[in-house]
């Protein structure tokens, strides 16, 4: 008789990945065995739980309920199974993170390779996306916020705020001109970051001591990417308000100046955010110090 937890976990791996083949790789199983576990599932059911045709699977209305009922039941054996480690405060086992693109592009991965080589029985899952994750419905057990954060039922802790920059190319501020004072900068052209649920920030803030300068800036070209924003600063076309430790190489290089300095750029709070409802295993509070050291509150 199959492991019914095995099964369950097969059977949800077989149900995100949309075949039996990519779920055997990650699984590290034969195709068969997968489908051997799912169909037990099925004859225990009584019912089927994937509609299978030669090009492509989809879940039944019984299995994609019992694919939610699945992945709650997965979630709470492994977190019972990490008891021990709370017990033996040794870190182990697969952290799944979620972070913003370009912060978990450029200043998060020293962090993360430093904590593994550390860490050798831990794993890491990273996931970069600008989007919102509820924690709990996807399964994460930590996030990297940036931005104004929402009242959660998830414990937050503070980070240094994400400190920004604005640059130009020296071949633009030499056809435009080099803004002096934060309100120069409605003469120019000023490319938009377009956040996954906003517009770009039509408002940006900076300030000198204790004065604030609120600028009305025009974005005629809004990107999503921070990579295509930098393409369009160095190609000329404006000036780029982005984060500091990624914009750093090109002005390390003249590729890109940055403008203003002598006025904070906008900074962003951020936070690390975790379920707070459940004990925290030994790799995630491990994981949480790491990331207190290296981007704690100054």
């Known amino acids: 008789m199959m492991d019914r937890l095995s099964s369950m976990n097969a059977f949800v791996i077989a149900a995100e990945l949309g075949s039996y083949a990519r779920a055997a790789e990650r699984l590290h199983m034969s195709a068969q065995m997968v489908a051997k576990h799912v169909a037990a599932l099925e004859q225990r059911l009584g019912a089927r739980l994937l509609n299978r045709t030669t090009r492509r699977q989809s879940l039944t209305e019984l299995g994609s309920a019992y694919y939610e009922r699945c992945k709650h039941i997965l979630t709470e054996a492994e ?33 993360i390779t430093a904590f593994l080589r550390d860490n050798p029985d831990v794993e890491i899952d990273l996931h970069l996306t600008d989007r919102f994750v509820d924690l709990v419905e996807e399964g994460y057990e930590a996030a990297f916020r940036i931005g104004p954060l929402a009242t959660t039922g998830l414990t937050a802790r503070p980070l240094a705020p994400y400190r920004l920059v604005v640059c130009a190319s020296p071949a633009y501020l030499a056809a435009r001109g080099t803004p002096q004072v934060p309100a120069d900068l409605e003469r120019h052209e000023c490319l938009g970051y ?27 070209l809004q990107i999503n990417e921070s990579r295509a924003l930098m393409s369009a600063a160095l190609d000329g076309f ?9 914009l750093r ?49 100054v």
């Not at 019972?80 to 998060?108: E, H, W």
């Not at 377009?194 to 974005?219: C, K, M, N």
């Open 249 to 297: 190489t090109a002005m390390a290089r003249g590729e890109l100046v940055q403008v203003l300095p002598d006025f904070e750029a906008p900074s962003r709070p951020m936070h690390l955010v975790y379920t707070a409802n459940r004990q925290r295993t030994a790799k995630l509070r491990r994981f949480v110090e790491a990331v207190l050291a290296r981007f704690g509150p």
């Open 238 to 246: 404006g000036m780029v308000l982005g984060p500091q430790d990624f």
């Open 79 to 111: 977190a019972a199974d990490s008891l021990a480690q709370i017990m033996n405060d040794t870190p182990r086992g697969k952290l799944k993170i979620t972070a913003p693109v370009t912060f978990g592009s450029y200043s998060l991965m020293p962090l």
């Open 194 to 220: 377009a956040f996954w649920s906003r517009p770009a920030d039509r408002e940006w803030i900076f300030h000198q001591g204790s004065t604030l300068y609120s600028v009305q800036v025009t974005s005629r």
